[in-house]
Structures are given as C-alpha cells and as structure tokens.
C-alpha cells in the first residue's frame, strides 16, 4: 500500500435519491388565550388570502370574516358544521347557512378566499356568545375599512348646521 492511500479517509456517498419521508404539515395555530382582564376582548386582524391559510384558521377554533363588496361572510365551526353567518356591513338583518364537515365542503369554504376582497381573522375566547363576536367583529371591520379609505363617504351637508352655531 503506498503512503498516500494509507492516510486517505472514507467519505460516505452522497446520495441522489428523493427523501421519502413525508413532509410534516405546518403546527396548527395557537389556541387564543385572553390575557387577565381581557377575557371578553376580540382580536381581529387581516389574513392572507390563501384558503388553506384560511381553513386552518377556521379549525383552530377562530372565525374568518370574508369580504365581498359590502357584505361579510362570518364563518367558523360549530356542533361539527361550518356555520356561515352573511349579511350587508352595518345592516341589522342577514342570512345564515350551515354545511357538514366534509372534504367537499371544505373545498367549497376554502375556495372563498379566492373570491374574497379581504379576509379578518377573529379570535375570541371560546365560551363567548357567537353573534357578540360577529358584532364586534362587524365594528372592527369597518373602523378598518373607514381608517385606509374603503368605505363610501357619506353625505354631509356642512350648511345644514350653521344657524345652531353661536354668533349666527
């Protein structure tokens, strides 16, 4: 054996295979936890639109506003169903619907965001009353909406005042 051979050390092979292991999912979302005294507080937030982003949100127990022009769809899951809670923005009345919760429905639910101008996602505890949730959700939405200038202008009439000012 020559000298040069003798001092060379194993190296392993490199491998060209794929790696069959599956690939893990991402961790689902935390559950939200109110800090101490903010038991009845809802957070709400914007949230990409992209469905799978959005059906993890839904079945980690949040509630996902989705905005089409001027309505919302609320929907999160309840007794084994998606609930989907829909109605005008600042309007009293709405229309609710629910669906099983199967892969075709999921599907369904999923390929909202696409269809969506805007997606909320809505934490809040889990002991809270579903439509003071979507009401305060509604509200903040359209602070929202109003503060990056989405809302139509109302119509003011700025004469309309001016005999109640003093010095008239």
Wanted: with cysteine.
């Amino acid at each position: 054996m020559r000298p040069f051979e003798a001092r060379r050390k194993e190296r392993p092979t490199i491998s060209t295979k794929k790696d069959k292991r599956k690939k893990k999912k991402p961790a689902a979302p935390k559950a939200y936890k109110p800090e101490e005294g903010h038991e009845n507080d809802v957070r709400i937030g914007p949230l990409e639109k992209k469905g799978e982003k959005m059906m993890r949100s839904i079945e980690a127990g949040r509630m996902v506003g989705i905005l089409s022009k001027n309505e919302v769809m609320y929907t999160f899951i309840y007794r084994d169903q998606y609930q989907c809670f829909i109605h005008p923005l600042g309007a009293p009345e709405g229309r609710h619907k629910a669906w099983d919760m199967n892969e075709q429905n999921r599907a369904i639910i999923k390929n909202l965001a696409n269809l969506a101008d805007q997606l909320f996602e809505i934490e809040f505890a889990p002991d809270m009353d579903f439509m003071g949730v979507m009401v305060a959700a509604e509200q903040g939405i359209i602070n929202f909406l109003d503060t990056i200038g989405q809302l139509p202008v109302e119509d003011h009439d700025f004469m309309a005042g001016a005999d109640d000012t003093p010095g008239s």
